[in-house]
C-alpha cells in the first residue's frame, strides 16, 4: 500500500529533520540503500530555468514511482518540501496518486500547517506534528480507532510520534480513550478495550518505557478492532 505521511510544524528545519528520521528509522531502519530515495524542493523546481511544468513533473515522478526498484528492499520513498507552493492542478495530479495504492511506495510531504493544502489531501496521509502538545486532531478513541486501520509500520510510527509528547499529556489522552469506549455501549469488546487502556495507565503510573507500552498498546487494540 502506498503511504503518505504530512510533517507540520513551525521550523522548517525541524520538519527537514524529522522527515530524515523517518526515512532512516521506518523505511530503511539498517540500511539507507535498502530504499531509492528522491528529494523534491517545490520551491527550487518553481525558480528554475525549466519550461516543464509542476504538474507534468509530478506526472514523470508518478511513472519512477511504478517502476521497479533499484534495492534489495524494493522501496520507493518521495520526498516533497514545501508541498503548500504546489498549484492546486498539481495537488490534484498528486491526489491521483494516492487514491490508488501502490505496493512499498511512499510519499513524504512537509508544511508547516495542514490547511495549506487541498482538504482531499489531508484526508488521505498520516499527519505528523511537531509541536509541544499532543497533536490537536488527537481526541480520545475516536482518533485512534481511525488511525488503527493503518498497517503496522505506520501505526508503529503514530505511537512513537505520541510517546515524544509529555507524559502526563499521554496519561490524559489515555484517560480520554477510555471515557469514550465507556460511552459507546455498542461498541464490540468494551470490556477488553477498556481492561487494555487501564493496563498500559498502570505501565505509565509505574514509570515504564513509554515507546514501548505505547507500541503494545497499539498493537493489541489493533488486534482487537481487527477482529470485530
Known sequence: MLSAILVTGSNFDNRQKEIKRLVERIFAPSNVE???????????????QKKESVVSMIKKQIQWLNLSAHNQGGIKVWLIYQAPLLSIP????????????????????????????????????????????????????????????????????????????DREKVKLFLQECQREILEKRDLPKQGELFGLFSFTLKGLNHNLNLKHLLIHLFWQAKEIKDNY
Request: charged share 20%.
Open 90 to 165: 498539481a495537488q490534484n495530479t498528486l491526489l491521483k496518486t494516492l487514491e490508488e495504492p501502490l505496493p512499498q511506495r511512499y510519499i513524504i510531504l512537509e508544511a508547516e500547517s495542514p490547511d495549506q493544502l487541498l482538504p482531499t489531501i489531508i484526508s488521505r496521509v498520516e499527519v505528523i506534528s511537531l509541536s509541544n502538545d499532543v497533536p490537536q486532531q488527537t481526541k480520545g478513541w475516536s482518533w485512534l480507532a481511525k488511525n488503527l486501520t493503518l498497517p503496522y509500520p505506520q501505526l508503529r510510527l503514530v505511537a512513537e510520534r505520541l510517546a515524544l509528547q
Open 34 to 48: 535498502l530504499a531509492d530515495v528522491v528529494s523534491w524542493s517545490v520551491k527550487e523546481i518553481k525558480e528554475s
